[in-house]
């Protein structure tokens, strides 16, 4: 499994998140991290990008 060049931290900031929303998606996902800067394996990261992607979707209603 290779490395993706992304940690916790930057994904909240490239998806105008929380960090704390993103290490919640980690808990839920069973991705295990030390700290919000360690980079994560390509393959949970997919999962975490897929996972936020997924819910911005399913929210994307604004009423306007």
């Known amino acids: 499994m290779g490395f993706a060049?992304?940690?916790i931290a930057e994904i909240a900031a490239d998806y105008n998140?929380?960090?704390e929303e993103?290490?919640?998606l980690c808990e839920q996902?069973?991705?295990a991290y030390k700290t919000q800067?360690?980079?994560l394996a390509l393959e949970d990261a997919k999962a975490i990008?897929?996972?936020i992607l997924s819910q911005k979707q399913?929210?994307?209603t604004d009423g306007g």
Request: proline share 5%; glycine share 14%.
């Open 29 to 31: 996902l069973g991705i």
């Open 58 to 60: 399913g929210s994307g």
């Open 5 to 7: 060049d992304l940690s």
């Open 37 to 39: 800067q360690s980079r």
């Open 22 to 24: 993103v290490v919640k």
């Open 17 to 19: 998140l929380p960090v």
């Open 49 to 51: 990008i897929s996972k």
